[in-house]
């Protein structure tokens, strides 16, 4: 097998990059769903052996090439392995949360019209308890785990023949996997090759100063590992060979604390929820933290008082914060990168993490247009986000319109509001779908983290005829009326604040607060945007 530039496909991704003699060596958090008793270090040959057994198994199970495969189970890197696994024979994998609600997840399911679905017996019964036959939503289902009535245990299949490598276009759908689903249910998003190994991939591998991985990097990854970023993460993370890979199955702190004191991290990604639940941690043992040089955060922004504490728990000369700003049907968009001294507090309503900054350079450009006349806008006015890169995703599935609405030729309506400044930085303002006329929300929401060290938590919402109502989420459930007087003395009017459990902020699979839903729980369906290009 002779290799080539960029992989060939999913299928191919772990033997290609075992040919080139990669010796990075990953350590999970916990033993693969799929496999426990292969453990929880493994070698490239050992996984890209993994991915032909399972491949065979999948092929046992009834999926052809052209077939498509769902996989909704428990969180864990081992979605990429039955991805591959399904990509190997040709047929399209598709990723979804198991995490999602059964009636969001009955749908998302119904839509990838799957031949066969990969999933618990856990997943299978409390979706039946809601209502809902995940059973139904395909030919034949695949239980990993105990099997459930009416379902074959992936152990079954298990030494099967294995198949014939099939490979497809690169332009030919590869994978699907869903967006986060803050403004309602997730879309299925279908990427190729050429825009996911060929592009997006590609701005992973390449070695760039600072926030590449280095070889002699020991790199950690918390996040979910059904979404896209798993892809690329993966990706990068191959072609780099740094020393060791963390996979962290879960955000729990306690599994943080037992594997970064094993092995500390050099190079550390999580979600921005992820961070924020690994803050006592950063404080009570830092140590784990100290050889940081460089925190990855993607899917959302992430508070400064947390990016604060975690570069001040580095006990490196200069660490780095890289805030990605991307969505899953183009990858990364733009990228800054935060240091000591751009976070340290200004005292006003700055620093705010809402600056995503430039595009990258040679990936991607970005404009700013009016949504009435798609017009561009002069810098400083805002308007809706446009994006231009090769990563693209290719369609959505079930939903041909929808994507159709937010492809104009060459360009991708983000659905996001923001504004470009002179210098060129993009700086997020809301989603288009949230907007309140002469205010920021989320900028605010930064804001009110800074000057209230006990929130955890913020989301401020609006509808027309009504103050903009702040939903926290305090440390002990309660907040101080005069230190709200004073966080709030020069921002704009707010409505009287509500306090509520953590664990009753709706949220996606990816940490993100539900906005929508939020909104429409407690003030009802109207809004200031027109929520066309959600």
């Not at 996040?223 to 993460?233: D, F, K, L, Q």
Request: charged letters at 25%; a positive charge.
């Amino acid at each position: 097998m002779s290799l080539k530039k960029n992989p060939s496909g999913l299928g191919l991704l772990f033997d290609e990059q075992a040919q080139a003699g990669r010796s990075t060596l990953f350590h999970l958090s916990r033993p693969f769903d799929i496999a426990p008793e292969v453990g929880t270090e493994l070698s490239v040959p050992a996984l890209a052996g993994l991915v032909e057994e399972m491949s065979a198994a999948l092929y046992e199970a009834g999926a052809r090439a052209g077939d498509r495969v769902a996989i909704a189970k428990d969180n864990h890197w081992d979605y990429l392995i039955l991805a591959c696994a399904a990509s190997r024979f040709g047929a399209l994998p598709v990723l979804v949360a198991g995490s999602l609600p059964p009636a969001t997840l009955g749908t998302v399911l119904k839509r990838a019209e799957a031949q066969v679905l990969v999933t618990t017996e856990g997943i299978l019964a409390r979706a039946a308890e809601a209502g809902v036959d995940l059973k139904s939503l395909a030919p034949r289902t695949v239980t990993v785990g105990s099997a459930a009535s009416g379902t074959v245990a992936l152990e079954e299949l298990r030494g099967a023949a294995k198949p014939r490598v099939h490979k497809s276009a690169s332009y030919e759908p590869m994978v699907a996997t869903h967006t986060s689903g803050t403004t309602g249910v997730p879309k299925l998003v279908v990427h190729s090759v050429d825009t996911v190994l060929g592009h997006l991939g590609r701005t992973e591998s390449l070695r760039f100063p600072i926030v590449a991985m280095k070889r002699s990097d020991i790199v950690a990854t918390a996040t979910p590992y059904n979404h896209m970023r798993m892809i690329t993460w993966s990706t990068g993370t191959l072609k780099l060979e740094p020393k060791d890979a963390m996979v962290l199955a879960d955000a729990d702190p306690a599994t943080a604390e037992r594997m970064f004191a094993k092995r500390r991290p050099t190079y550390l990604e999580g979600l921005p929820a992820a961070y924020i639940g690994w803050q006592d941690l950063a404080e009570r043992r830092s140590e784990l933290f100290a050889d940081v040089r460089l925190f990855v955060s993607t899917f959302d922004a992430v508070h400064p008082p947390t990016v604060r504490r975690f570069l001040n728990a580095s006990r490196r000369r200069f660490p780095s914060w890289l805030q990605g700003w991307g969505q899953s049907e183009t990858g990364p968009m733009t990228f800054r990168l935060l240091t000591r001294k751009a976070m340290e507090a200004k005292g006003d309503r700055h620093p705010t993490t809402r600056d995503v900054g430039r595009p990258i350079p040679g990936f991607t450009s970005m404009k700013v247009v009016d949504p009435a006349t798609m017009k561009p806008v002069p810098n400083g006015t805002p308007g809706v986000l446009f994006t231009r890169t090769d990563g693209r995703c290719i369609g959505y599935l079930g939903e041909p319109q929808r994507w159709r609405e937010k492809a104009k030729g060459k360009w991708w309506n983000t659905g996001d509001w923001g504004v470009r400044s002179a210098s060129g930085n993009f700086r997020l303002l809301d989603r288009e779908v949230d907007v309140i006329p002469g205010m920021s929300c989320i900028e605010l929401e930064d804001v009110l983290a800074d000057r209230l060290p006990e929130l955890i938590e913020a989301a401020v919402i609006g509808i027309p005829g009504k103050e903009p109502l702040p939903v926290l989420s305090t440390k002990d459930g309660t907040l101080d009326e005069a230190a709200w007087r004073r966080a709030t003395a020069d921002l704009p009017p707010l409505g009287t604040p509500m306090v509520i459990p953590l664990e009753e902020m709706p949220r996606t699979s990816t940490g993100k607060v539900r906005r929508v839903e939020l909104r429409e729980r407690l003030l009802g369906e109207e809004t200031f945007g027109t929520g066309r290009w959600t």
